[in-house]
Structure formats: C-alpha cells, structure tokens
C-alpha cells in the first residue's frame, strides 16, 4: 500500500467510524451472534495474494460489525464505563503512525517528554499531592501503564523489593527468601478482581477483609487483622485502598488506612481505577482526604477521562523503589541522557513504550478542564436521575447510588431481579449485569456512553418497568 492509497483507506476508514457513532444510538446494544460465528465467516488460511482496502473495509462491515458489543451506545450500561472521545482515537491513530517505540528518552524524546508533562498536568488537575508530580523537588512522579492491573501489580512488586530492603537494612542476617516468604497483602472484599490477581501473580498472600455496610474498609479491620499477621510473624506489606469500589462505587477513607499502613511502613496503594476522574471536579475531592498516606495512586483517564484505552495514570511517592527493583541494564539500552530525564522502561513490566500520552494530550487540550468536568458531572446527573426514576416505583429498591453508577433491585425473593436481568438481556435493548449487595442479587446500571443523555435514561428505565410487568404478572398468575 503507498502513501495514496493509505491516504484514501485512512478517510474511509474514519468516515466509517463516523458514520457508526452516528447510527449507534439505533442498533440493540449487544450482538446476536452464536460463538464460533465468526470463522465460518472466514477461509481457514489467509489470502495467498493481497486483497484491497475497499474489500477489507466490506468484510469489517459484513464479519466484524454483526460480532461487536456497542460500548459507546447510549443504552449500554454495564461494568464501568470505557471511555472514547474522537480527539483520543485521532491521538491513537497519530502514535500509530508515527509507528516509534520508546524504549528510553532518546528512542523518541517527545514520547518520555510529553508523558512527563502530561502526568504533571494530570496530578495537578486531580489535586494529589505535590510529592507524587514529576515537576516536585523530590523523587516522586507520574507514568502512564496499560491498566489499573498493571499498576497494582507493580505497586506489589515495589512494596516488596522496599521491604525486603528496610528490614534486611536493620538486621542484615535476615534472608531475602525468608522475608519474602512472610509478607501479606490486604484489600476489601469490595475491590476488583485484578487486586486478588495482583497477589497471585507476585506471590504475596492477600487478605480481602471484610468491608463494612455501606462497601467501606474499616481502619479497625485493617489493623486487626495486620496485628493477627503479626503475632502469627507474618509481614505485612501492601495495602490496597479503594476509591470507588467496582460492585458500588464505595470509598474507602484514606485518613483512617493511611496512618496505619504509614506506623509499620507498609505500602499504601490507592486504586481509584473508575472514579478518580470524579477528583477533577473540586467537589468531590473530599473524598481524596488522607491520600498525602499513599506511596502510590492510580486511576484510568480510559474509564471514565474520555481517553479510549488504554491509559492508566500512575503516582508513586518515590520513583526510586521501582527503579532499583526494575532496573536491568544492557549496553543496547544505555542513553547519554541518563538521570536527565525518567527511565519509564524501569517503571514497567515491558521494555517498549506505546505513544500514550499523545491521545491524552489531544483530550486535555480539545476538551479543556471545563470540558472534562461537564462531562463528569453530566454523567453524574443522569445517574441521579436514573435513581429518581427507580424511586417513583416501589416494587424497586435503590440500594446504592455513588457517580455513575446506581445498584437497583425488585423487592422480594432475588430469583425476581435475576429473571428480570436475563429478560433485559435476552432482548438486548439495553445492556446491564448483575452485582451483589449485602447478600442481595443487584442489577449494576453505570452510565457509560458520552453520548447519552435524559431521553436514553428514561428508555433504559422502561425497559426496566415494562420487563417487571412481564414477571410479576407470570409470579402471581
Ligand atoms: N480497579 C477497579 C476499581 C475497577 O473497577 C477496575 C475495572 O473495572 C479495575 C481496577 C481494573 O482495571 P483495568 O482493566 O484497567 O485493569
């Protein structure tokens, strides 16, 4: 393919993704395809001469298009949002083409040196601390990962290279081995799934305690069970805090966790996965109080800050813990410019660099501040409403309303919210999944979609009304 062509393939291409944001609101949410659909659609090997765009671009119309999930429909509910904006997927297009890989700062100096304004820009916008910004004095300061996975991960990695480092500093006959053998996580029972992998995959036990009523973790929980540890002479290490749980967008309270993660030295993580982006708007900063405990934060500008995944903002305290525990040098990757600039390739599980700051520039600077917050808080609106609507009925029940998301409920035997959310499903006018609160089956309704507004809230809650007709009819009669 020469320039030309790829000129012409790259305009359809992006007419065609225009044209689907303009029919999406139509199509039903889910696909109806079966499982294996897709090769029957396909040869079994690949095309032994070349083929033209335009027959590529018909086949992603014909095969593709009937197989895909509409995310960014304005009646998809379900999970957390994935966020999309066209200035971020012109910014993805953009680091494609330019096609570098940066592996270190002279691999592509704009691709370190716009991710190191970019975290300062973000830190600031969120209001951390300014010990977390690369622009500080100190050794803190931000990068971009893939996931909030990733992020936890490397923050259980850290914590324990550091620990193992202070307690073998106060007592060098201690074995690295025997260290490592003792130490222990904890998070709630409310975090994310990918908390629990953070421990499987860096061999660290994880306690998930239990959270209180309202999905919270309880400073007196923490510090009860890290004594139990401790009497048992095990070593606590790591603490994950929730801010914005993924079952009901709880918070966990950082003044209370922080200070006793910060008495025995444990690393506090906090993971703010979804509802960081909230902390672009004053109000809701709050709920940030006690995060000057953290040694590290993360939230996804790809969930809910209109940058299309994937970008996972990441702080920590302190750089240099992940550096000395990251930091395998070749000659191949040596840079005269060392200690002049972050070495991100230390900061991370992989050695090549994705352009992700590019698509989060083009946001900043195409939505602005004010844009992302009335973005924000226009989400937050219609949830509200949404919760209005679900209150004027009482065969619901609201059980938790926090962001954008509202958990809901038929009153009664939980078989009926079941029934109720396989109906929904099964008609794929709208998309939502089940969660649990309290031992109660929940229907999970996020806003998701920018594009959705009023109108589509009072759809999706129709759907929601004249379903439960259809069952609570067929349960009396
Ligand atoms: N943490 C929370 C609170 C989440 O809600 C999620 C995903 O929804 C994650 C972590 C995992 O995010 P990622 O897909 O970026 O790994």
Redesign the pocket.
């Known amino acids: 393919m020469d320039v030309d062509e790829f000129r012409e393939f790259g305009k359809a291409a992006v007419d065609y993704i225009a044209d689907y944001f303009q029919t999406i609101r139509d199509r039903p949410v889910l696909p109806s395809v079966h499982p294996g659909y897709l090769g029957e659609l396909l040869p079994k090997e690949p095309p032994q001469t070349g083929e033209s765009w335009q027959e590529v671009l018909q086949d992603v119309d014909r095969i593709i298009m009937p197989g895909l999930t509409h995310w960014h429909s304005p009646k998809f509910h379900a999970?957390?949002p994935t966020a999309h904006s066209f200035p971020a997927v012109v910014g993805e297009m953009m680091s494609a083409g330019f096609g570098c890989v940066g592996l270190n700062w002279v691999a592509s100096p704009a691709y370190t040196e716009l991710e190191v304004v970019m975290m300062n820009w973000l830190g600031k916008l969120l209001g951390l601390p300014e010990e977390f910004l690369n622009c500080s004095d100190g050794p803190g300061g931000g990068v971009i990962q893939g996931?909030?996975?990733e992020v936890t991960f490397i923050g259980l990695l850290a914590a324990k290279e550091k620990k193992v480092k202070d307690l073998m500093a106060q007592d060098p006959t201690l074995k690295e081995a025997d260290i490592k053998g003792k130490l222990v996580a904890y998070s709630s029972d409310q975090s994310?799934s990918?908390v629990e992998k953070s421990g499987l995959l860096g061999s660290m036990p994880m306690r998930l305690l239990p959270a209180d009523k309202e999905g919270k973790l309880r400073g007196d929980t923490l510090l009860d069970a890290i004594e139990k540890d401790k009497a048992q002479g095990l070593i606590p290490c790591y603490v994950v805090a929730?801010l914005?749980?993924?079952p009901t967008c709880a918070f966990d309270d950082l003044a209370e966790l922080g200070p006793i993660c910060n008495r025995d030295n444990i690393w506090l993580h906090v993971?703010a996965?979804?509802a960081g982006t909230a902390f672009t708007c004053p109000e809701y900063r709050y709920l940030l109080k006690g995060v000057e405990h953290a040694d590290s934060f993360n939230f996804?500008p790809h969930k809910w800050m209109l940058v299309n995944f994937d970008c996972?903002a990441m702080w920590v305290k302190n750089a240099r813990y992940l550096v000395e525990a990251f930091n395998v040098e070749r000659i191949y990757l040596k840079d005269q410019h060392k200690g002049l600039a972050p070495e991100y390739r230390h900061w991370q599980v992989s050695l090549g660099r994705r352009f992700r700051a590019l698509k989060l520039w083009f946001v900043l600077k195409i939505y602005g501040v004010e844009g992302i917050q009335k973005h924000v808080r226009h989400q937050i609106s219609l949830a509200k409403y949404f919760e209005e609507l679900v209150r004027t009925d009482d065969r619901f029940e609201v059980c938790t309303s926090s962001m954008g998301l509202v958990t809901f409920r038929l009153e009664g035997d939980n078989q009926l919210t079941k029934n109720l959310i396989s109906r929904i499903q099964e008609r794929k006018n709208i998309f939502v999944i089940p969660g649990q609160f309290r031992n109660k089956y929940v229907i999970r309704f996020a806003v998701c979609s920018r594009l959705t507004e009023r109108s589509d809230v009072e759809f999706s809650w129709k759907e929601f009304q004249s379903q439960a007709d259809e069952i609570i009819v067929s349960k009396i009669t």
Do not use: K, V
Request: no cysteine.
């Open positions: 999970y957390y996931s909030a996975s994310n990918s929730n914005g749980t993924t993971d996965a979804y996804n996972s």
